[in-house]
């Protein structure tokens, strides 16, 4: 077990397993993943790369084999060697790896069980969309399946309740304010935002998820002008509420990763 941390920022991941062929790590929301731009923001993929100097001069590489948004918590497995990379690639292919996710939601779905099987496309390819990212169940798009599991159903008091959000207050009370779940999703497909927008079909979208939650309106106020009192009032976390919590290889290896405090603490109050 170790720590590793950025230089550039307090951001740092948890090493949960490594091998000479492999490391496992539970990445913090708000880390990129690879980089996506040719600047200078600290990514997961970087700080790898300092932390296996040592490997990659002796002819080993980093190839991240299962990506997570910047705002998604959780478990990240990287291959350290080409052979790794391979094997690890073709087992993606045949579907080997079993992936599970915790989400926080708004409100207590009715069931205890779903099974999600709709498919998933760009929505600027079939309509007008301000967010070139966005996605939309389209008969159009990939196969994509998810099957979620209700773990537990919990009220928690928000400004929204007492009416003293900065956007005024009781926007959502119709919809059942104070009530979240926190939701088991496994996803047989990985397609983009799948489990985001699955979830927001079934009317029960992530907390904190600025396209799929409230208005995607929040994202583009985001970008604009950061966080703000005003969107913590209307989204009430500041990232999407979705940690990578399991991933295992069939009959192979698992590995776990508990919620981060974030997500426990919004249970708990």
């Given at each position: 077990m170790?720590?590793?941390?950025s ?9 949960i397993d490594?091998t ?7 990445k ?11 600047d200078q923001r600290t ?8 932390l296996l100097?040592?490997e990659i001069?002796?002819?080993g590489q980093?190839s991240?084999v ?7 918590s959780?478990l990240?497995l990287?291959?350290k060697t080409?052979?790794?990379?391979r ?6 292919q045949?579907r080997?790896?079993r992936?599970?996710y915790l989400?926080i939601v708004?409100g207590?779905p009715?069931w205890?069980?779903k099974i999600v099987?709709a498919?998933?496309?760009r ?7 301000a967010i070139?990212?966005k996605q ?9 399946w ?8 919990f009220t928690r008091s928000?400004?929204?309740?007492s ?7 009781g926007?959502?009370e119709?919809?059942?304010d104070?009530?979240f779940s ?6 047989k497909?990985g397609?983009?935002?799948q489990i985001?927008?699955?979830l927001a079909?079934?009317g029960?979208?992530i907390?904190?998820d600025k396209i799929y ?6 994202y583009l106020?985001?970008?604009e002008t950061?966080?703000t ?7 009430l ?5 979705l940690h990578?919590t ?7 290896k698992?590995w776990?990763a508990?919620l981060p ?9």
């Amino acid at each position: 077990m170790g720590e590793m941390h950025s230089p550039l920022r307090s951001i740092h991941f948890k090493i949960i397993d490594e091998t000479a062929d492999y490391i496992v790590v539970d990445k913090p929301a708000f880390l990129l993943t690879h980089p996506t731009k040719p600047d200078q923001r600290t990514t997961l993929w970087k700080q790898l790369r300092e932390l296996l100097a040592f490997e990659i001069a002796n002819g080993g590489q980093v190839s991240i084999v299962n990506r997570l948004d910047r705002e998604t918590s959780g478990l990240v497995l990287v291959a350290k060697t080409a052979t790794a990379a391979r094997r690890f690639g073709l087992l993606m292919q045949r579907r080997s790896f079993r992936k599970e996710y915790l989400a926080i939601v708004w409100g207590w779905p009715e069931w205890e069980t779903k099974i999600v099987d709709a498919p998933l496309d760009r929505q600027g390819k079939h309509q007008q969309s301000a967010i070139w990212l966005k996605q939309m169940i389209h008969p159009a798009g990939g196969p994509a399946w998810t099957e979620f599991r209700v773990e537990r159903r919990f009220t928690r008091s928000t400004m929204r309740d007492s009416n003293s959000s900065p956007s005024g207050g009781g926007s959502r009370e119709a919809a059942g304010d104070g009530k979240f779940s926190l939701v088991r999703a496994i996803p047989k497909t990985g397609r983009t935002h799948q489990i985001r927008v699955h979830l927001a079909s079934l009317g029960y979208p992530i907390v904190g998820d600025k396209i799929y939650g409230p208005d995607e309106k929040l994202y583009l106020e985001f970008i604009e002008t950061g966080w703000t009192p005003k969107l913590a009032g209307e989204l009430l976390l500041p990232r999407h509420a979705l940690h990578s919590t399991k991933l295992a290889v069939t009959n192979e290896k698992e590995w776990t990763a508990e919620l981060p405090t974030d997500l426990a603490n919004f249970g708990e109050n």
